[in-house]
């Protein structure tokens, strides 16, 4: 069974810290994602990779940027975190090539900005 | 991307059978659809997926019609554990150059005793 796991369940953190949100995955994927959820507003793309040292923006990606420095492991970054950036963070991962297969997420980090 | 539209939710007693409905009216010729369920507090689990007609897995069946500009995902006999927010996806496998697919805001499932 495919295991995506995120460092962290809970995390605060203070207004202009730098954050770092981990992610690893077991079944040697090449896409990977980083989401957020907040309420009301189902989930929202922030980045995404297809293989390693490659990034792409989603559709929220201001704020954040990612790293991919090997197959396993995706890591968003906060540069300076702001309340508004308080919110459920989910990672997911995908086989990659023309294989129609499904994502797999961790359970999310809920993150604190005070 | 095709754009889908759900029922932002919808209530259910146990034992009951569960049909939600997701349109996709602009659905392309090699479009997948896929559904995922999704409990409090963790991430979205994939159910089933399918292209054309009807597919089934021991958790639900996906019915498509041959217009493929709707889906219906049901859920036999739930129960209080399927109490969950289910979401319909529209698109293309992911890779390079594909965009991934979105996920709305879903449908939230209540199951009552």
């Known amino acids: 069974d495919v295991k995506v796991t995120q460092s962290s369940r809970y995390l605060v953190k203070r207004t202009g810290e730098k954050v770092f949100l981990e992610c690893v995955q077991d079944?040697?994927?090449?896409?990977m994602f980083w989401y957020r959820q907040d309420p009301g507003l189902g989930l929202r793309l922030i980045y995404f990779s297809y293989d390693v040292k490659m990034k792409e923006k989603g559709d929220i990606p201001e704020g954040y940027s990612v790293s991919r420095e090997k197959k396993e492991r995706f890591s968003l970054i906060l540069e300076s975190a702001s309340t508004n950036q308080t919110s459920m963070y989910l990672c997911?991962?995908?086989?990659?090539?023309?294989?129609?297969?499904?994502?797999?997420f961790g359970d999310g980090t809920r993150l604190s900005i005070l | 991307l095709a754009k889908t539209t759900q029922p932002i939710s919808m209530d259910s007693y146990e034992g009951q059978e569960v049909n939600i409905t997701c349109s996709h009216n602009?659905?392309?010729?090699?479009?997948?659809i896929t559904w995922y369920q999704q409990f409090p507090s963790q991430g979205p689990r994939f159910i089933i997926q399918?292209?054309?007609t009807k597919v089934t897995n021991e958790v639900a069946s996906l019915f498509i019609p041959a217009d493929r500009k709707s889906s219906t995902l049901s859920l036999p006999r739930v129960s209080l554990s399927d109490t969950a927010v289910y979401y319909c996806l529209v698109g293309l496998p992911l890779h390079s150059g594909n965009t991934p697919l979105v996920f709305g805001k879903g449908t939230r499932l209540s199951v009552i005793a």
């Open positions: 602009n659905i392309a010729t090699n479009d997948y």
């Open positions: 079944m040697d994927h090449e896409n």
């Open positions: 997911a991962s995908t086989l990659g090539g023309v294989s129609n297969q499904p994502q797999h």
């Open positions: 399918g292209y054309k």
